[in-house]
Protein backbone atom coordinates (compact mmCIF):
# COMPACT_ATOMS: atom_id res chain seq x y z
CA UNK A 1 0.00 0.00 0.00
CA UNK A 2 1.37 3.62 -0.81
CA UNK A 3 1.00 6.37 1.12
CA UNK A 4 -0.51 9.66 -0.06
CA UNK A 5 3.35 11.24 -0.88
CA UNK A 6 4.33 8.41 -2.61
CA UNK A 7 1.60 8.04 -4.85
CA UNK A 8 1.86 12.06 -5.70
CA UNK A 9 5.60 11.57 -6.35
CA UNK A 10 5.03 8.90 -8.69
CA UNK A 11 2.25 11.07 -10.74
CA UNK A 12 4.56 14.19 -10.93
CA UNK A 13 7.77 11.73 -11.80
CA UNK A 14 5.39 10.17 -14.39
CA UNK A 15 4.21 14.21 -14.90
CA UNK A 16 7.53 15.04 -15.73
CA UNK A 17 8.89 12.27 -18.14
CA UNK A 18 5.47 13.02 -19.85
CA UNK A 19 6.44 17.20 -20.11
CA UNK A 20 9.64 17.36 -20.36
CA UNK A 21 10.99 13.76 -22.10
CA UNK A 22 14.86 14.44 -23.06
CA UNK A 23 14.68 17.88 -22.62
CA UNK A 24 13.15 21.58 -22.18
CA UNK A 25 15.16 22.50 -25.25
CA UNK A 26 13.30 25.98 -25.22
CA UNK A 27 14.45 26.67 -21.87
CA UNK A 28 17.96 24.80 -22.17
CA UNK A 29 18.65 26.75 -25.42
CA UNK A 30 18.33 29.78 -23.89
CA UNK A 31 18.57 30.65 -19.90
CA UNK A 32 22.48 30.09 -18.33
CA UNK A 33 22.09 27.21 -16.33
CA UNK A 34 23.32 29.59 -13.35
CA UNK A 35 20.59 31.94 -13.92
CA UNK A 36 18.51 32.60 -10.74
CA UNK A 37 15.27 34.57 -10.53
CA UNK A 38 11.94 34.48 -8.76
CA UNK A 39 7.95 33.88 -10.08
CA UNK A 40 4.80 34.66 -7.74
CA UNK A 41 1.39 32.40 -8.54
CA UNK A 42 -0.82 35.26 -9.42
CA UNK A 43 -4.98 34.76 -9.03
CA UNK A 44 -6.88 35.72 -11.77
CA UNK A 45 -10.41 34.30 -10.70
CA UNK A 46 -12.64 34.69 -7.40
CA UNK A 47 -12.32 30.97 -5.79
CA UNK A 48 -11.03 29.07 -2.96
CA UNK A 49 -6.70 28.09 -3.32
CA UNK A 50 -6.58 24.53 -3.05
CA UNK A 51 -2.86 22.47 -3.56
CA UNK A 52 -0.10 24.68 -1.94
CA UNK A 53 0.98 21.50 -0.54
CA UNK A 54 0.91 19.75 -4.04
CA UNK A 55 2.99 22.23 -5.24
CA UNK A 56 5.49 22.34 -2.56
CA UNK A 57 6.01 18.68 -3.31
CA UNK A 58 6.35 19.32 -7.09
CA UNK A 59 9.03 22.19 -6.28
CA UNK A 60 10.42 19.49 -4.17
CA UNK A 61 11.04 16.74 -6.36
CA UNK A 62 12.14 18.95 -9.23
CA UNK A 63 14.49 21.30 -7.48
CA UNK A 64 15.11 20.69 -3.59
CA UNK A 65 17.00 24.10 -4.11
CA UNK A 66 13.83 25.99 -4.90
CA UNK A 67 12.79 28.69 -2.01
CA UNK A 68 8.85 28.39 -1.75
CA UNK A 69 7.19 31.54 0.43
CA UNK A 70 3.59 31.41 1.12
CA UNK A 71 1.61 34.48 1.23
CA UNK A 72 -1.56 32.35 1.10
CA UNK A 73 -2.78 29.37 2.61
CA UNK A 74 -5.46 26.26 0.89
CA UNK A 75 -8.87 27.17 1.92
CA UNK A 76 -8.17 30.84 1.37
CA UNK A 77 -11.09 32.36 -0.55
CA UNK A 78 -9.04 34.53 -3.66
CA UNK A 79 -9.96 37.49 -5.98
CA UNK A 80 -8.09 38.34 -9.23
CA UNK A 81 -4.38 40.43 -8.35
CA UNK A 82 -3.82 38.03 -5.00
CA UNK A 83 -0.64 36.73 -4.54
CA UNK A 84 -0.73 33.20 -3.39
CA UNK A 85 3.54 32.34 -3.32
CA UNK A 86 6.53 33.55 -4.34
CA UNK A 87 9.10 30.79 -5.50
CA UNK A 88 12.88 31.38 -6.02
CA UNK A 89 15.84 29.59 -7.40
CA UNK A 90 17.07 28.66 -10.29
CA UNK A 91 15.38 30.07 -13.59
CA UNK A 92 15.36 26.88 -15.88
CA UNK A 93 13.86 24.91 -12.47
CA UNK A 94 10.89 27.55 -12.04
CA UNK A 95 10.33 27.41 -16.08
CA UNK A 96 10.10 23.34 -15.80
CA UNK A 97 8.21 23.24 -13.39
CA UNK A 98 5.62 25.67 -14.01
CA UNK A 99 3.15 24.22 -16.07
CA UNK A 100 2.78 21.03 -13.36
CA UNK A 101 2.30 23.20 -11.05
CA UNK A 102 -0.60 25.41 -12.62
CA UNK A 103 -2.03 22.06 -14.31
CA UNK A 104 -2.33 20.79 -10.26
CA UNK A 105 -2.89 23.96 -8.49
CA UNK A 106 -5.92 25.11 -11.05
CA UNK A 107 -7.98 21.55 -10.90
CA UNK A 108 -7.35 21.38 -6.91
CA UNK A 109 -8.70 25.26 -6.69
CA UNK A 110 -11.59 24.25 -9.47
CA UNK A 111 -12.65 21.56 -7.46
CA UNK A 112 -12.23 23.24 -4.15
CA UNK A 113 -14.35 25.88 -5.31
CA UNK A 114 -17.37 23.69 -6.98
CA UNK A 115 -17.19 22.20 -3.55
CA UNK A 116 -17.78 25.02 -1.49
CA UNK A 117 -20.63 26.29 -3.64
CA UNK A 118 -22.20 23.01 -2.44
CA UNK A 119 -21.25 23.16 0.87
CA UNK A 120 -22.04 26.33 1.53
CA UNK A 121 -25.91 25.88 -0.27
CA UNK A 122 -26.28 23.14 2.69
CA UNK A 123 -25.38 25.11 5.81
CA UNK A 124 -28.49 24.81 7.97
CA UNK A 125 -28.67 21.51 7.09
CA UNK A 126 -27.10 18.34 9.10
CA UNK A 127 -26.41 16.67 5.35
CA UNK A 128 -22.70 16.81 4.19
CA UNK A 129 -21.93 16.86 0.20
CA UNK A 130 -19.85 13.68 -0.36
CA UNK A 131 -17.02 13.22 -3.57
CA UNK A 132 -17.18 10.07 -5.65
CA UNK A 133 -14.33 7.76 -7.25
CA UNK A 134 -15.09 9.67 -10.71
CA UNK A 135 -12.04 11.02 -10.80
CA UNK A 136 -8.86 11.90 -13.26
CA UNK A 137 -6.50 9.05 -13.31
CA UNK A 138 -3.72 9.63 -11.32
CA UNK A 139 -4.97 12.21 -9.60
CA UNK A 140 -7.56 11.12 -7.16
CA UNK A 141 -5.79 11.60 -3.90
CA UNK A 142 -5.27 14.94 -5.07
CA UNK A 143 -8.73 15.72 -6.61
CA UNK A 144 -10.20 14.57 -3.22
CA UNK A 145 -7.73 16.36 -0.62
CA UNK A 146 -9.39 19.44 -3.19
CA UNK A 147 -12.60 18.33 -1.97
CA UNK A 148 -12.32 18.69 2.00
CA UNK A 149 -10.23 22.10 1.21
CA UNK A 150 -13.76 22.80 -0.06
CA UNK A 151 -15.89 21.60 2.66
CA UNK A 152 -16.75 18.58 1.23
CA UNK A 153 -16.60 14.74 2.39
CA UNK A 154 -14.77 12.23 1.18
CA UNK A 155 -16.49 8.69 0.11
CA UNK A 156 -14.19 5.97 0.02
CA UNK A 157 -10.78 6.53 -1.77
CA UNK A 158 -10.81 3.46 -3.60
CA UNK A 159 -11.81 -0.05 -3.32
CA UNK A 160 -10.13 -1.11 -0.70
CA UNK A 161 -11.23 1.32 2.50
CA UNK A 162 -14.89 0.50 2.24
CA UNK A 163 -17.52 -2.25 0.54
CA UNK A 164 -20.28 -0.30 -1.16
CA UNK A 165 -22.51 -2.83 -2.70
CA UNK A 166 -24.22 -1.29 -5.69
CA UNK A 167 -26.62 -2.74 -7.91
CA UNK A 168 -24.67 -4.63 -10.27
CA UNK A 169 -23.00 -6.42 -6.82
CA UNK A 170 -26.77 -7.46 -5.76
CA UNK A 171 -27.61 -8.81 -8.89
CA UNK A 172 -24.75 -10.93 -10.12
CA UNK A 173 -24.74 -11.85 -6.16
CA UNK A 174 -28.45 -13.06 -6.39
CA UNK A 175 -30.24 -10.65 -4.25
CA UNK A 176 -29.53 -8.22 -0.91
CA UNK A 177 -29.40 -10.78 1.20
CA UNK A 178 -26.94 -12.95 -0.40
CA UNK A 179 -24.80 -9.89 -1.13
CA UNK A 180 -25.27 -8.55 2.51
CA UNK A 181 -24.13 -12.35 3.97
CA UNK A 182 -21.42 -12.77 1.33
CA UNK A 183 -19.62 -9.84 2.54
CA UNK A 184 -19.67 -10.79 6.28
CA UNK A 185 -18.50 -14.21 5.64
CA UNK A 186 -15.99 -12.42 3.68
CA UNK A 187 -14.71 -10.10 6.26
CA UNK A 188 -14.69 -12.89 8.87
CA UNK A 189 -12.77 -14.60 7.20
CA UNK A 190 -10.44 -11.82 6.30
CA UNK A 191 -10.18 -10.55 9.87
CA UNK A 192 -11.86 -6.94 8.01
CA UNK A 193 -13.45 -4.55 9.64
CA UNK A 194 -15.01 -2.46 6.61
CA UNK A 195 -17.71 0.07 6.89
CA UNK A 196 -20.42 -1.80 4.57
CA UNK A 197 -22.94 0.38 2.52
CA UNK A 198 -25.65 -0.90 0.29
CA UNK A 199 -27.40 0.65 -2.69
CA UNK A 200 -31.24 0.30 -2.56
CA UNK A 201 -33.47 0.96 -5.33
CA UNK A 202 -36.86 0.88 -3.56
CA UNK A 203 -38.39 0.98 -0.46
CA UNK A 204 -39.11 -2.59 -0.83
CA UNK A 205 -35.23 -2.63 -1.28
CA UNK A 206 -34.76 -0.85 2.12
CA UNK A 207 -37.25 -3.07 3.88
CA UNK A 208 -35.41 -6.34 3.17
CA UNK A 209 -32.10 -4.53 4.53
CA UNK A 210 -33.74 -2.93 7.68
CA UNK A 211 -35.44 -6.72 7.96
CA UNK A 212 -31.85 -8.62 7.58
CA UNK A 213 -30.00 -6.58 10.18
CA UNK A 214 -32.89 -7.50 12.64
CA UNK A 215 -32.43 -10.87 11.66
CA UNK A 216 -28.55 -10.84 11.49
CA UNK A 217 -26.60 -8.18 13.35
CA UNK A 218 -23.40 -9.34 12.08
CA UNK A 219 -24.61 -8.93 8.15
CA UNK A 220 -26.11 -5.53 8.42
CA UNK A 221 -25.21 -2.44 6.56
CA UNK A 222 -24.12 1.34 8.18
CA UNK A 223 -25.48 3.41 5.35
CA UNK A 224 -27.83 3.10 3.26
CA UNK A 225 -27.41 4.56 -0.87
CA UNK A 226 -30.81 5.89 -2.05
CA UNK A 227 -30.23 5.38 -5.77
CA UNK A 228 -31.85 7.56 -7.53
CA UNK A 229 -34.45 8.40 -5.68
CA UNK A 230 -37.64 11.39 -6.06
CA UNK A 231 -37.88 13.93 -3.35
CA UNK A 232 -41.13 12.55 -2.20
CA UNK A 233 -39.40 8.92 -2.20
CA UNK A 234 -36.12 10.23 -0.45
CA UNK A 235 -38.71 11.28 2.18
CA UNK A 236 -40.15 8.05 2.61
CA UNK A 237 -37.07 5.97 2.63
CA UNK A 238 -35.41 8.60 5.65
CA UNK A 239 -38.68 8.13 7.75
CA UNK A 240 -38.74 4.14 7.33
CA UNK A 241 -35.48 3.95 8.02
CA UNK A 242 -35.64 6.44 11.24
CA UNK A 243 -31.95 6.75 11.91
CA UNK A 244 -30.80 2.72 12.08
CA UNK A 245 -28.47 3.55 8.94
CA UNK A 246 -26.89 6.73 7.99
CA UNK A 247 -28.59 7.54 4.91
CA UNK A 248 -26.52 8.44 1.53
CA UNK A 249 -29.11 10.42 -1.58
CA UNK A 250 -27.15 9.57 -5.08
CA UNK A 251 -27.76 10.07 -9.29
CA UNK A 252 -28.82 12.98 -10.80
CA UNK A 253 -28.82 15.09 -7.91
CA UNK A 254 -27.91 19.20 -9.21
CA UNK A 255 -27.30 22.88 -7.21
CA UNK A 256 -30.58 23.34 -8.10
CA UNK A 257 -32.50 20.21 -6.24
CA UNK A 258 -29.66 20.23 -3.62
CA UNK A 259 -31.47 21.44 -0.73
CA UNK A 260 -34.69 19.69 -1.24
CA UNK A 261 -33.02 16.31 -1.00
CA UNK A 262 -30.98 17.85 2.20
CA UNK A 263 -34.61 18.72 3.70
CA UNK A 264 -35.54 15.10 3.44
CA UNK A 265 -33.07 14.71 6.36
CA UNK A 266 -30.66 12.29 4.47
CA UNK A 267 -27.14 12.04 5.91
CA UNK A 268 -24.95 12.57 2.90
CA UNK A 269 -25.71 13.37 -0.61
CA UNK A 270 -23.21 12.21 -3.33
CA UNK A 271 -22.29 14.60 -6.59
CA UNK A 272 -19.86 13.32 -9.19
CA UNK A 273 -19.32 16.43 -10.43
CA UNK A 274 -17.61 17.74 -7.73
CA UNK A 275 -14.31 16.06 -9.82
CA UNK A 276 -15.56 15.01 -13.15
CA UNK A 277 -16.99 18.05 -14.51
CA UNK A 278 -15.09 21.35 -13.37
CA UNK A 279 -13.19 23.99 -14.63
CA UNK A 280 -9.82 25.03 -13.73
CA UNK A 281 -9.48 28.26 -11.26
CA UNK A 282 -7.64 30.85 -13.76
CA UNK A 283 -4.19 31.36 -12.16
CA UNK A 284 -0.60 32.14 -13.94
CA UNK A 285 3.30 31.66 -13.00
CA UNK A 286 5.07 34.77 -13.64
CA UNK A 287 8.37 36.48 -13.32
CA UNK A 288 8.71 39.36 -10.95
Known amino acids: M ?3 DELNDRLIDLSFAEDIGDGDHTTLCCIPEDAVGKSHLLIKEEG ?11 FRRFDPELQVEELL ?26 RLMLNIMQRMSGIATMTA ?4 RLKGYHT ?3 DTRKTTPGMRMLEKEAVKIG ?14 LKDNHIDFCGGIEQALDRCAAYQKEKELHLKVEIECRSLDDIRRVIAHKEAHPEA ?3 RIMLDNFNIEMTRAAVELIGGRFETESSGGI ?11 GVDFISVGALTHSVKGLDMSFKAC
Open 2 to 4: YTV
Open 48 to 58: VLAGMRAARQV
Open 73 to 98: TDGTRVKPGDIAMVVSGKVRSLLQTE
Open 117 to 120: VYAD
Open 128 to 130: RVL
Open 151 to 164: GGVNHRIGLFDMVL
Open 220 to 222: GAD
Open 254 to 264: TLETLTDYAAC
